[in-house]
């Protein structure tokens, strides 16, 4: 027996004892509710589903039954399940079942626990008890009324130095100061619940009795369509409540809400807070304090804050104890009042609230001038510095700039923040040292300049922190090879992903624009979920896309905030594209059914309103921020896109109409389905009418030849609005425009997500490594050899020859061009979903190797637990890991011709692709 191979033994055992060997420890895991919610409380209830994992304890880990059990308290499950009891259902499902008990409402808490039975039948275990509790559904259930303080206005002056504005010329606006509220109670009895439901037109922060109610979290309630929607949090603050003497201080400032964002409107708005505290005595009794006439309020140390513009701090205004009972608030005021208005929906949030993630230590602080430091945090960076012991003294003012890159003579280049002043100043109280960070701000920077602190005192970098903001969603992927370069490019990907998933999918973080720019998300998006979990993210994104639909059906080019300009091609689509990547990603047809009528408005609206004969008329970007453009040059703009705008959005209707096609399938709407295809049909006849002239050249516009240009061809490829012969043709052109073009990319927004997946597809492996791995401008890998850390705007926003670029719109930290991502992970690695079994039920291991890579591999923690692909090879012997989550199939296709050669764990193979299931596997063949 011991001579047995230990693969012989346990098969034997498996054969002997199933039941014994299955059934042991198959207990589900990482339990979550609706978009990946662990344990919520003030859940939305708006996707009631429940989703688990299992362990990977063999190959073919699998699920053939469960059972899910809900009740009212914990303590009866699972045998006394009063509210919900699934039954065993047999079925392979594990995400996203749908909870089909009694109706829910606001503040129920339900207990919850699943089990499983696996592939050969046997009963598994319990999961740990779970639970989720509903927000306030509705607005009716606000009992209060919106607060703020009688605020007085301060001057903001700063000196404008821009390039675009003299030298030190004054320059000065009128603001209203950030509020402070608070209000004392009183608890008598022992306290069993108490939970803190709050929101603002703005940003608030609050605390009971001294103590945050999250610390982590900033920045909050987020950014929506003000005027239709704000989110609402809840927080469980049973702990923080003291029977006694309580206080609960708020402090309220603009955000999104008021402030530069709105300078071109006009608008003179304050930011005003709603919350509502209710008690649970052990007694049974309940008491409500809500925000109302009886609350006070003052300004304090926060005199000034804004997104754009910076934080002001006077710790000569500070108050302590302010937020806790017994202050003395002789000088606070009424507060001003306001009813609740019906018509803005006060909605429990839906995504992870913006979190402070990280620290950073900067790389070296160096004095550029008496008195003035420049900490270097080594990589561009979205949030606040922190400064940490840092010495001042009394009469001098605190002030840091920021900035994503130097002056060659070593002094910070701000020119690229356009009008955002983004400087905070603190102005001590006394001598001293001191810990500080903004709060009402937020800044884009690798760069911090210190100045006004203590005379001859020198700070060294352990006095200076960056805190990294973004909403708190767990990294869920990784890449890596063997070439160092596109390793650091992956690093800028998530770096860029880091810093603009901000509240909403910002275009940039650092300028004075930070907005929900819907190109650059729909590019994005599709590698953004590899990295993190951005269901719940987009998820509400798309609510905000989905509130500024107008009565025809155009989308917004910008959410929120975007009231003009709408349906531009290759933006507004993302009201599309964005729920069917979250669809191939999660699993997720809630988003489609929630907007489905919607959606099917917007393909409409292009049909009705938008074309003429199918063709995409109207405003657009085109190709945007396509370098060497033709156009430009002929027409002396600083941009232009060669690739016309019609042929853009025209396309963009074709594959968004396939989406719909396909979405109105899974969703059981065969006549809708069959309406998609045949519309679809109608824009590819008149897509080749239109564009496409002789011998496959893709380079006309009606009767008119334009420029060709990569784009041109790509976009079609890409979509597949070309017949196979038209196609083939295309494909030759393609190749020949980008020999013609230096073997470079000479894409913008538009065409780069799609330029190396259509090259692979063509047959084009080395030449789409070539542009992968090429270093010289433009290309993704010359932007690594300039130092970046991020995703750049512009292929040359930065240069060591020529140093920065001087075009206003310049960013250091911005996505689009990270949508290369997703190739790194499921084309050189090898890891994707399946586009027939979405949300990675079925995974595909294809890896395209190429270029100078000896090996690559990527990981995910997809819905089922984590699937890896992991290749190297050596001359012409290629070996490959591959991990298959539990109840997860994989399909593996070989990348080579020489099919004898493919082995299996050691077992032969012979085809071009096999079907797994679940496990660790290794793969060898020849190339
Ligand atoms: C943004 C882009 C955006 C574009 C629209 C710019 O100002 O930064 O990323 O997509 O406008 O073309």
Known sequence: MSKLPMKTIATILFALFPLALHGAGLKPTSTTVGESFRNPVGYSLQDLSFSWQLPLVRNGTAQTAYRVVVASSADKLP????????????????????YKGPALRSRDRRYWMVKVWDEVGAEGAWSEVNHFEAGLMDN??????????????????????????????????????????????GASKEVTSARFYATAKGIYKASINGRQLDSRTQWVPGWTQHDIRLQTDTYDVTSLIQQGGNAIGVLVGDGWFAGQLHRKRRDNKKPWFLGQLEITYSDGTKEVISTDGTWQASTGPIVFGDIFDGEDYDANAEMPGWDKPGFNAREWTKPEVQDIDKAVALDPR???????????TPASVKEIADGVFIFDMGQNMVGWPRLVDMPVEKGSVVKLRFAEVLRPDGTLYVDNYRAAISEDTYTPKEDGRITWAPTLTFHGFQYVEVSGLKKGEKPGVGNLKGVVLHNAMPMTGGFECSNEKINRLQSNIQWGQRGNFFSVPTDCPQRDERLGWTGDAQVFAPTSTFNMDVEGFFTKWLVDVNDLQDERGAYPNVAPFGVKNRGSGGWSDAGIIVPYEMYMAYGNTKIFEDHYDQMKKWIHFLRDH?????????????????????????S???????????????????????????????????????EFAALAQEIKVAFNRAFVGEAGRVD????????????????????G??????????????????????????????????????????????????????????????????????????????????GIHPARGNSLNHYAYGAIGKWLYASVAGLNYDERQPGYKNVIFAPIPGGTLTHASAWHQTPYGRASSAWKKSG??????????????????????????????????????MNLKSGNYTVTLKL
Request: glycine share 8%; no cysteine.
């Open 79 to 98: 045998d006394k399940a009063d509210v919900w009891d699934s039954g065993k259902i047999d079925s392979p499902q594990s995400v996203k079942v749908d």
């Open 636 to 674: 002396g703009k600083e941009r232009g896109s060669d690739t016309p705008n019609a042929l853009v959005g025209t396309a963009y209707h074709y594959r968004t109409t396939l989406m719909m096609e396909h979405m109105a399938r899974v969703l059981g709407k065969e006549d809708d389905a069959k």
């Open 350 to 360: 839906r995504n992870q609230p913006v979190s402070e993630m990280q620290e950073l």
């Open 876 to 913: 012409d012997s290629f070996e490959w890991k591959v991990e298959i989550p539990a109840n997860s199939t994989g399909t593996l296709v070989f990348p080579t011709r020489k099919l004898d050669s493919v082995k299996v764990d050691g077992d032969p193979v012979g085809a071009a692709s």
């Open 140 to 185: 009716s259930e606000w009992k209060g009324q919106w607060i703020s303080g009688d605020l007085p206005t301060g001057r903001k002056e700063y000196l404008f130095n821009r390039s675009s504005v003299p030298k030190g010329k004054k320059a000065s606006y009128d603001f209203m100061k950030p509020a402070y509220l608070r209000k004392e109670f």
């Open 721 to 802: 609005l070309l017949d196979e012969e038209t196609a083939k043709l295309a494909a030759g052109h393609l190749v020949r425009k980008i020999k013609e073009d230096g073997s470079h990319l000479n894409t913008g927004f538009i065409g780069t997500p799609i330029l190396t997946s259509v090259l692979a597809r063509i047959g084009e492996v080395d030449l789409a490594y070539e542009l992968l791995e090429k270093e010289t401008y433009p290309s993704w890998l010359f932007t690594v050899n300039q130092g970046a850390t991020t995703m750049w705007e512009r292929w040359d926003a930065y240069s060591k020859e020529k």
């Open 610 to 634: 938008s074309s003429k004969n199918l063709i995409r008329m109207g405003f657009g970007f085109g190709d945007w921020l396509q370098p060497n453009s033709v156009s430009a040059q002929r």
């Open 700 to 719: 006309r516009n009606g009767k008119k030849t334009f420029t060709e240009s990569q784009t041109a061809y790509l976009v079609p490829l890409s979509f």
